[in-house]
Structure formats: structure tokens, C-alpha cells
């Protein structure tokens, strides 16, 4: 994806996705439910931690929707690209909505060099758990940048820590990380 420029709404959520990462959200307040409402006509959100400001972010778009038996809206999204965020206001609705700038990520590359065994663990965990197996039914792949980041985002590591991973360079160690705690 070439550097683009946006403007959208703000999610604050401590949930970390990386570009093709797919997750599960339940959405009850009302601003939030708002903001769901604009994503349609405005290409998505920005998903990110709020800490002492907002700086980088996952833009993602809603790919499914649904309600819970409580009918509690839950959505599933998707993540596009990674955003620097480089300002932030707020409107009547009290949604903040951020200025931000798509950049380059090594999620986004292409190989068909991955680690069996990363994979195959990978795979593992999908099929053994409902919610991911219906949320990657078709978009398993053997691409190592893939694999890596779904584990980036499933492995219960810190989220600071996980953000060191946003640099486009950073591939390798991401990879040595994920390695390390699996095996």
C-alpha cells in the first residue's frame, strides 16, 4: 500500500493488529456505535492504545457484524494498515478522530518460505479455537510475514513490547521473538 493520508475515527483499545489481522469486537457505547455507523462511509477506523496520546495505530475496516444473544453489536474487523497519527480532535459526539498517515510494514510482504514449524503451530492454535477458526476460514497462508504477525497478536506478550514490532525493519527480530516463546 502506497503512503496515504486519512482521517477517522478514533476505537481506544489496547489490541494489537498488525495489516491482515482480523479480530472480534463487542461495540455498547453509544459514541462507539456511531462511530460503526460512519466507518461504512469513510473506509474503517483507527484501532489504537491511548497513552499520554495517540501515535501509531491500525486502520481496519468491519468485515462482518453481528449481535450476541444479549444483542450486544459485535463486528469483525480487519486490519488495512498501519497509521502514524499525526493529530487528533473531537466532535459534537465526543468521537476523537485522528489525521494519520498510512507507512510501509513488513506484515505486508510477500514469501512462500515459511517455517513448517511455525506454521503448523500456528494452524494448531486456529483449529483448536472456534472464534479464530471462524475468523480465518480462508485466509491461512504459508506467507512467513503472515504467520509471524498472527502470532505477534495472539501471544499473551506485553503490548509495549509487541509495538516495538511496528517498524518496517524489524522482521527478523519479530520472527526470533515469536520463535523463542513458542519452541
Given at each position: 500500500?502506497?503512503?496515504?493520508?486519512?482521517?477517522?475515527p478514533i476505537f481506544p483499545?489496547?489490541?494489537?493488529?498488525?495489516?491482515?489481522?482480523?479480530?472480534?469486537?463487542?461495540?455498547?457505547?453509544?459514541?462507539?456505535?456511531?462511530?460503526?455507523?460512519?466507518?461504512?462511509?469513510?473506509?474503517?477506523?483507527?484501532?489504537?492504545?491511548?497513552?499520554?496520546?495517540?501515535?501509531?495505530?491500525?486502520?481496519?475496516?468491519?468485515?462482518?457484524?453481528?449481535?450476541?444473544?444479549?444483542?450486544?453489536?459485535?463486528?469483525?474487523?480487519?486490519?488495512?494498515?498501519?497509521?502514524?497519527?499525526?493529530?487528533?480532535?473531537?466532535?459534537?459526539?465526543?468521537?476523537?478522530?485522528?489525521?494519520?498517515?498510512?507507512?510501509?510494514?513488513?506484515?505486508?510482504?510477500?514469501?512462500?518460505?515459511?517455517?513448517?514449524?511455525?506454521?503448523?503451530?500456528?494452524?494448531?492454535?486456529?483449529?483448536?479455537?472456534?472464534?479464530?477458526?471462524?475468523?480465518y476460514q480462508n485466509n491461512?497462508?504459508?506467507?512467513?510475514?503472515?504467520?509471524?504477525s498472527r502470532w505477534l497478536?495472539?501471544?499473551?506478550?506485553?503490548?509495549?513490547?509487541?509495538?516495538?514490532?511496528?517498524?518496517?525493519?524489524?522482521?527478523?527480530?519479530?520472527?526470533?521473538?515469536?520463535?523463542?516463546?513458542?519452541?
Amino acid at each position: 500500500m502506497s503512503h496515504k493520508k486519512i482521517n477517522l475515527p478514533i476505537f481506544p483499545l489496547s489490541v494489537f493488529l498488525l495489516p491482515g489481522g482480523i479480530t472480534r469486537l463487542r461495540i455498547f457505547e453509544p459514541k462507539y456505535l456511531t462511530m460503526v455507523s460512519l466507518s461504512s462511509q469513510l473506509g474503517g477506523f483507527i484501532l489504537c492504545k491511548e497513552n499520554n496520546g495517540f501515535h501509531w495505530g491500525s486502520w481496519v475496516e468491519i468485515i462482518n457484524f453481528n449481535q450476541d444473544s444479549h444483542g450486544v453489536l459485535e463486528i469483525d474487523i480487519q486490519c488495512k494498515a498501519l497509521v502514524k497519527i499525526t493529530s487528533t480532535y473531537s466532535d459534537d459526539s465526543k468521537l476523537t478522530f485522528a489525521e494519520a498517515h498510512t507507512f510501509e510494514h513488513w506484515s505486508t510482504n510477500q514469501s512462500s518460505n515459511a517455517s513448517a514449524e511455525l506454521t503448523d503451530s500456528l494452524n494448531d492454535v486456529i483449529e483448536k479455537h472456534a472464534l479464530l477458526k471462524s475468523l480465518y476460514q480462508n485466509n491461512l497462508s504459508d506467507n512467513p510475514y503472515w504467520v509471524v504477525s498472527r502470532w505477534l497478536e495472539l501471544l499473551p506478550i506485553d503490548y509495549n513490547t509487541k509495538s516495538r514490532f511496528i517498524d518496517d525493519s524489524t522482521y527478523s527480530e519479530a520472527k526470533q521473538l515469536v520463535h523463542s516463546v513458542i519452541f
